[in-house]
Every structure is written in C-alpha cells, then in structure tokens.
C-alpha cells in the first residue's frame, strides 16, 4: 500500500481514481510529474480551489512534482455549467487574472529543490493552434457518442448547449496531453466535477500517443446539510484579502459545523492523523469548547493569509464582542471587519440612538433608546448611558470609527 494514498483516502482526499493499483505502483516508482488546472473565471480562487492547490503541497511534501496550470485559453471559453451557458469574459479582462489566480496558486507549493513546481499556461500552445490541426490531432479522437454522455452535456441537452462549451473537452484533455509531450507529465488531479474532462484526457494520451496516464480526483466538500461547501449568506469564500477579509475567511472556517470540522481539518489543516484523532475527541466529549473549529480556522488562515493576518482576525474578533481591546487594531483592520459587520459609512455629527440604527443593531430609535437605559447598548466597548450622546470625533477609533453592540453578541458599527 503506497503511504501516500493512504494517507489521502484517510483525508477523504479520493473520490475517483484511474486503477488504484498501478497509480500505487507509478508514486511508488519516482518523483512523479502531475498537473492541477485552474480556470481564471473570476478575479480570485476560492475555497473550493484551495482544496487542489493543498493537494500539489501534499504532492511535492510526499516528492512528486507540480505543474500549476492556470488556463488563459480555456478560461476564454468556460468549463459547461448545468446552470446554462456561461458569459464569456474579454480577453483582457481573462489576462489579467491569469496573473492574479497564478500569483495566488503559486503560494501553495514550492518553485525550488529536486521537484521545483512549474507554472504554465494552456494559453502558449492553444493560440497557435489552427482550427485545422486542432480538429484533425485533437477532434479525431472524441467519438461523440461519448460526448453526448457526460453528465453535464446530457442535462443541457434539453435546454441547449453551445459547441463552444460542448468543445472544452477536448482543450483540457489537449492540455494533458501537451503537458504530457513536452514535460512528462503522467497525472492529472481536480475535483470530482472534473473527472469526465480528467478521465477524457487520459485517453487522449492513449489514443494519440499510445501512452500511459493517471488521474485522481478530489470529492466535492459540502456542509451538513449537503449544499455546497465555502458559499455563505454575502456569497463565496475567496482566497483574495480584498475580496474576502482575513477576518471573515477566519470567521467562515471558525464556524464550522461540529458534524463536518473534523472532515474539514483533514483537508485543509496538515495536522497528522493523532493530532486530529485528539481534536475528534474533544470534539464528542466538550463541543461547546470548540478546539477543532479554532484549530481549523488557525491552521487554514495561517496558510492562506499568514501568521500576522491571523493574529489580527483572533484580535479583532476578541475585540469586536468585548473580550480585547478595540483600541489596538489598526485603522484599516477596523475599517475591513466593520464592512464585514455590515458596517456603513455616515456624515459627522450622528447621534449614537441614529448609529444604532443605521449599524442594523435596532430597527428604531425607540428601540435604540430602550437598549440604553436597559444598560445594553456599547459603543467602542464603552457602556453606553446617555441617550443624547454624539459621536464626535474624539470618541471615534482613529477619529473616524465606531464600533456599536447591542447585548453580547449583535455587533455593527458605523464609520465616517
């Protein structure tokens, strides 16, 4: 039994394989060569994204070596979506997150040592292709009773499809096999919702080069409830700080359920299994401790947005509810995690009954000023005791913040 492959089935890492046996035996023969493949379909990765780039770590940690693909010529047409058809992005607008998802990916793994990672565009070899070479060398090989057969084609068969994104098929298994050719690349990995393209790419080899490839998926993660894992209520969980704060990305991963945590920390925490094996544990016997959820949103933050950054979303959330000092976070920290609370702008000289209101803490100002003489409205963490208070600036953080909290836990707060 290859070490590594146990360790990722025990990871929940492997949801399809080509033939477990001799993948097995092509890890256990040398530092193999396998690419992951990121589609630049929007300005930043996502959660959903992190669970690859994590694998190539664990790839080139266990001594097989990377090729980080970030696709400028499949992100110009779209991986097929059951939803309907994509909108297809300018080329410009595609070539500039090309670089940003390959800035971003590129943090995952390392470009030095024996098994350096390499980064490559699907962009170099497709836009030199003629439609000519590009049917005859790539088309002639997909029957298209077969095409017709994948999952997503044949649920958007009803509806309609359109060849462009009925022929992305045949571009990703291109890139396999164009990887194949010039570097010997001999694995493939990606999510389970890839394994047709994946799978098609083996066989590409196969058919045309008489060659022998491998493939390995990832099984989507979901939450409890069995929706999809890294959306929330404002919408997905990006790896980019300005999309996704670091206190918000630190916050998602903290709330965790107790039922998935621990799956969770398995894919995203490079704990070892005893360490994890404890978090379990004390998952069962003191739930309402939540080790597990500190220690996934821990590790995941520290990976993702680096020790300091972590540091401050534990600060600013201790902050925020009261149990740190508001005064020590820095202005654009505060300005950042009062967006997050859904924190608004405002003109100088608001009341605190106004702020309250517009912060969404209270729907009135009657209500506002019942929380006050109720002793349960704080501004800055400061009780609050005169309903005819104003926020000047000399009562703002950094003369422009205010963060306001009904009881313990409603936070909002407005700023200038």
Do not use: C
């Not at 016997?285 to 950054?309: K, N």
């Amino acid at each position: 039994m290859n070490a590594l492959l146990d360790d990722l089935r025990w990871r929940g890492l492997i949801a399809h394989s080509t033939d477990p046996d001799a993948l097995a035996a092509h890890l256990d023969a040398g530092s193999v060569k396998f690419y992951i493949g990121f589609d630049p379909t929007a300005r930043s990765v996502h959660t959903g994204n992190l669970v690859q780039a994590l694998l190539a770590r664990r790839l080139q940690e266990a001594g097989h070596q990377p090729f980080m693909l970030v696709g400028g010529a499949t992100g110009l047409i779209g991986d097929p979506k059951e939803s309907g058809e994509r909108v297809m992005n300018s080329a410009d607008v595609v070539a500039e997150w090309v670089e940003r998802i390959r800035a971003q990916v590129g943090r995952y793994v390392s470009f030095e040592g024996a098994n350096a990672a390499t980064m490559v565009n699907n962009y170099d070899w497709t836009s030199t292709m003629s439609v000519l070479d590009f049917l005859r060398d790539v088309g002639k090989h997909f029957p298209v009773n077969r095409m017709l057969a994948r999952d997503v084609v044949a649920r958007r068969l009803e509806a309609g499809i359109s060849y462009t994104e009925f022929s992305y098929v045949l571009l990703q298994s291109m890139d396999f096999r164009e990887l194949y050719r010039r570097h010997g690349v001999t694995m493939q990995t990606g999510g389970s919702d890839q394994w047709g393209n994946i799978t098609a790419g083996v066989e590409l080899i196969r058919r045309s080069d008489q060659g022998k490839a491998h493939a390995m998926a990832t099984p989507l993660l979901t939450k409890a409830d069995g929706t999809k894992f890294g959306k929330t209520e404002s919408g997905t969980v990006w790896l980019d700080p300005d999309l996704t704060s670091p206190y918000a990305f630190h916050q998602f991963f903290l709330n965790a359920e107790d039922a998935k945590v621990i799956d969770y920390l398995k894919v995203f925490s490079f704990r070892t299994r005893e360490e994890i094996e404890e978090l379990e544990k004390a998952t069962i016997e003191a739930p309402f401790r939540r080790e597990a959820q500190r220690a996934l949103a821990d590790d995941v933050t520290d990976i993702v947005h680096g020790v300091d950054e972590r540091r401050g979303a534990v600060a600013a959330a201790a902050a925020l509810f009261g149990r740190g000092e508001l005064g020590e976070l820095d202005a654009p920290t505060l300005e950042r995690v009062l967006r997050e609370v859904g924190g608004r702008k405002v003109e100088p000289g608001l009341g605190v009954v106004e702020a309250m209101v517009e912060a969404g803490l209270v729907e009135s100002k009657g209500a506002a000023r019942r929380a006050i003489s109720e002793g349960g409205a704080y501004l800055n963490n400061d009780k609050v005791t005169d309903p005819e208070l104003q926020l000047n600036p000399e009562l703002l953080l950094h003369g422009r913040f205010a963060v306001l909290r009904r009881g313990r836990k409603t936070v909002g707060g407005v700023y200038l």
